[in-house]
């Protein structure tokens, strides 16, 4: 098992690596001057000039590829254009509300999507099963920024009970530790604050379960009818063990590990960010961070981004493989 993750994390060097190339190439060719953008379109040739040389973007391409690699070495992501912070500074409380997004969404999809699954493939072909599929069929297709207007429309202005926007109430802000807020109100005592960030949460966590929860229940739907036509399935059945029993303690075990491939992609997929979820929301989050970068060309901030962003995809990926063998003891790693 060891020799397999550090296997699996020394392939994650020449990935990484290529990823960062691919990036910086692309976002160089973004039309626009990052020095042109931060002045202002009334600023002279002078200025800008000047602004280009402090910032180092007078340089070949090349050496400011390695001066970039040079940093990541040491940990350093690089500074900000814009705000002359350093990245490693910045991207955190953005990067915890997407996690504490996307985990409060994920579990949503999870819990709704593999009973759904399991339910429609219990009752084949009953009512509940055709509601279910007609569901996740439009789940799957309804699009999101239109589902987080919808939602908004009802539940905030029509009906009042939820907030359209943010992480918290500004008049009452929490006391950041972690900034994930779910945990800081819980490590500072803030217990009232609870009911305030669970609001803000449901909402533009429904808006993102929603395509995650379709995909999950059919695929849960399809690996479940296959095991359950299995012969211990049936002998199970015959023994006259309850049904209940037989399809969470037995059948969903073996059906599981497509599920979890699906379940541990789409986490991977939610935590690179929501953008249209998080700009219809007003949340926080890293690819609202990432998509407001590339506006102002902030080429430190897009690349330190994408490059956690998909270190944490990768990673999420390699837990999903590790965690099969846990669910099935046939799976070995040698």
Not at 7 to 30: E, H, N
Not at 142 to 160: A, K, V
Not at 206 to 235: H, K, Q, W
Not at 319 to 330: A, G, K
Request: hydrophobic share 50%; charged share 15%; aromatic share 12%.
């Amino acid at each position: 098992m060891l020799h397999y993750v550090g296997k699996r994390l020394l392939q994650l060097i020449p990935v990484l690596l290529g990823m960062t190339f691919i990036v910086f190439l692309i976002i160089r060719a973004i039309p626009g001057d990052p020095a042109q953008v931060i002045l202002g379109q009334q600023a002279s040739a002078e200025a800008i000039k000047a602004l280009r040389t402090t910032l180092g973007l007078d340089e070949p391409w090349y050496i400011q590829y390695f001066e970039y690699l040079k940093g990541l070495v040491t940990g350093d992501l690089g500074e900000s254009l814009r705000t002359r912070t350093p990245v490693m500074d910045e991207i955190w409380p953005y990067l915890a509300a997407t996690i504490e997004l996307s985990v409060f969404a994920i579990l949503i999809a999870v819990i709704i999507g593999v009973n759904a699954g399991i339910i429609s493939a219990w009752f084949q072909n009953s009512w509940f099963d055709y509601a279910a599929m007609v569901i996740a069929l439009i789940g799957v297709s309804m699009p999101i920024f239109w589902l987080g207007l919808m939602n908004q429309w009802i539940f905030s202005i029509e009906l009042g009970i939820l907030p359209t926007t943010g992480r918290e109430n500004v008049r009452d802000p929490v006391d950041t530790v972690t900034n994930f807020y779910l945990l800081d109100t819980i490590i500072t005592g803030q217990f009232h604050q609870i009911p305030t960030v669970l609001k803000h949460l449901v909402l533009p966590g429904t808006a993102l379960a929603t395509i995650p929860m379709a995909i999950i229940a059919r695929m849960t739907r399809s690996s479940m009818l296959e095991v359950m036509r299995s012969d211990y399935v049936r002998t199970a059945r015959a023994k006259g063990m309850k049904m209940t029993w037989v399809v969470y303690k037995h059948a969903l075990k073996n059906a599981i590990i497509p599920v979890l491939t699906v379940i541990g992609l789409q986490m991977g997929l939610l935590l690179g960010g929501a953008i249209l979820t998080e700009t219809i929301f007003a949340w926080p989050g890293i690819g609202r961070y990432i998509y407001e970068a590339i506006g102002f060309r902030d080429y430190p901030v897009i690349q330190s981004g994408i490059l956690v962003v998909a270190f944490i995809f990768v990673m999420i990926n390699l837990v999903v493989d590790l965690l099969y063998s846990f669910i099935d003891p046939r799976i070995k790693y040698d």
